[in-house]
């Protein structure tokens, strides 16, 4: 729900005059002639910029800033400028409209606890919330004559993000107009008549640009297309309206008639140029390898003005967790950044060392650069081999990621094997259902493979399986007001894994410490285990409290159940603000020629370890992690260990730990 820094343009937004289309790129707000044309930058750094809203008299937008990761919101010159905060809340403020007359400046905030909306009235300085209903309420809408406010909101009792919603301006009870599982992505607008919204569907199982009557109705479908439209903005005559798609990976703006149509009928608005506040050079960097040659890396890339660039036409990420931006490249690339002195880091997974340089860029002018990557360690060569038990590749993100840009992904993070995995989000497909086959994809090296499995979501946990051939329905089961009830033991989802030839486990196994019976009650999986069920146990996945569920695996350990620890990252691949795939990464020691069959042979042999930076290596007289040594009872009490471990992060030993 957030907003994207992107390379491409967002959020596009038509003037009153309708001469302009605003949209934000590159973490600024510009502005380009309806037909294209020279971009205009009405902002600069070091601050992060989002969401356009022209004012009704066209003189101003209204802005979403991310200041040092504090998102509030601002209002700059339609000709540039500063930009003049509105809000300093703590917590997110975005999605920025104009009340009517233009006194006021509506806008979303959880500071309330949910998503609600909130007014801020330009006189006084002074914010109201003005919903309290159930659930969130976001993305606000005026409507052309300033007495209704449209919304996205929580529908009772139905999945996804919210229906749309119309309620008085002035304050009033909400009625319902138009209800469909959505996920964040509806952004309703008004036709300049007032008499309909624009408002983006994923009923035909991708983003649309649908209408329909603000009365509610039935809604036309206006763009169709196997990819995504994003954002619409009516023309102020009402004849065309503007929108993003993501069908070559980046978005790119496009005009279509409001009667809509295929992608045949769309026009795009070409940028021809683009003009900046501040002068700007480029730089060409060239990531070498330890041989010498060209090699894929993860790039963090940090301007003269305090923020983050990416490559034209590349994909600009965020960790939240640290607000960190990266991108990720396959080959060299190039750059254009306010000139002035530029850090560049590059970094590939965590068997090399991580690469920086310090780069004075020209302005107007362009700088090469080498970075040079050796390795830390070369796991391969000793049989081990790092992959990922849980990724997924699409999951209604805004760039539109390809199965080449996906695998050049986990190639840039040195992913040996990587296990994608395609499940639902409420009724929503989360990936695509043809990429299931039972073989590598075609993608796939010898030294790198990407193959897709399957992920069961249900209410007393989730299993990840990997290696089949065909999927085991449902995908979900005991989600409130959906069709499949919580099955009494889901272990048949690892039985159907294991017919097949696969194997199954335990994905982000708890998110809360368990201290209680009834605390543990919660999950299946200590059932499911003593059961003799489960080839593996992920300690490590960025969506689950990993104390927690380390704390529980050696519960298991200690009462005899022997689960090889796996790591899994559960990121979203497309997803901008999401943590890189391999995050959580499970290194297997590979007998022979690696494979997936190899691979995961490795895993039931329990010869593996999960890590998040340190490389491990450990025997116990002389047997390696994973095996098992018989001690008679009468026998030695000594054993001789041997532990090494290694890491392009700083490490640190927790005293009296358990284990």
Known sequence: MLPAVSTGPLD??????????????????????????EAVALTQGPHYYFEPAWSPDGKRLAVTMDVDGNLDI?????????????????????????????????????????????????????????????????????????????????????????????????????????????????????????????????????????????????????????????????????????????????????????????????????IRSRRERVPTGHVQVTVLGPDGKPMPARIYLKASDGRSYAPDGGFHRVLSATETHYFEVVKPFTVEVPAGQTSIEAMRGYEYRPSAVQVNVPANGTKQVTIRL?????????????????????????????????????LAEDIHVTNALIHMDGTRIMGRWSDLTG????????????????????????????????????????LPHSAYAQPVMDYTYIDSAVAQGGIAGYAHPYHDAVTTPASGANSLIPVDVALGRGQYYAVASDYSDEMASDAMY?????????????????????????????TDRTYVHVHGTLSLASWLDGIRARHTYSSTAPLVSFTVNGTEMGDEIDVAANGPTTVRVHADARSIAAMSRRAGGDA
């Open 12 to 37: 596009p937004a038509w003037s009153s005059d309708g001469k302009w289309i605003a949209f934000s790129m590159r973490g600024d707000i510009w502005k380009i002639p309806a037909a294209g044309g």
């Open 374 to 410: 050796t390795r830390l360690e070369n796991l391969p060569a000793q049989g081990w081999y790092s992959g990922d038990t849980h990724i997924h590749d699409l999951h209604q993100g805004r760039w539109g990621l390809s199965h080449q840009q996906f695998f050049d992904e986990l």
């Open 439 to 478: 073989k590598p994809s075609p993608l796939s090296t010898p030294d790198y493979i990407l193959q897709y499995g399957e992920e069961f979501r249900g209410s007393l946990g989730h299993i990840a399986m990997l290696g089949i051939n065909h999927y085991v329905l449902p995908f979900e089961s005991g």
């Open 74 to 270: 601002g209002v700059v010159s339609a000709a540039g400028g500063d930009v003049e905060r509105l809000t300093t809340d703590p917590h997110n403020d975005v999605e920025p409209a104009w009340a009517h007359d233009g006194s006021a400046v509506y806008f979303t905030s959880d500071r309330a606890g949910r998503f609600h909306l909130f007014r801020h009235a330009l006189g006084a300085h002074a914010d109201s919330m003005i919903t309290d209903g159930y659930g969130d309420q976001f993305q606000p809408a005026v409507s052309p004559d300033g007495t209704q406010l449209a919304y996205v909101g929580t529908v009772r009792g139905m999945l996804g993000t919210g229906g749309i919603w119309v309620m008085p301006a002035t304050g009033g009870a909400p009625r319902l107009v138009h209800y469909e599982e959505s996920e964040y992505h509806t952004k309703p607008a008004w036709t300049p008549d007032g008499n309909a919204f624009l408002y983006v569907s994923d009923e035909m199982g991708s983003n649309d640009v649908d209408i329909i009557s603000a009365a509610g109705g039935n809604p036309v479908r206006l763009t169709a297309d196997g990819w995504n439209e994003f954002s619409p903005s009516p023309s102020p005559d009402g004849t065309r309206f503007a929108f993003v798609s993501d069908r070559t990976g980046p978005t790119v703006l496009y005009t279509v008639s409001a009667g809509g149509g295929p992608y045949r009928s769309w026009t795009a608005v070409p």
């Open 554 to 582: 050696f519960r298991l350990l200690n009462t005899g159940f022997r689960l090889p620890a796996i790591g899994g990252t559960d990121n979203f691949s497309d997803v901008w603000r999401d943590p890189p795939p391999g």
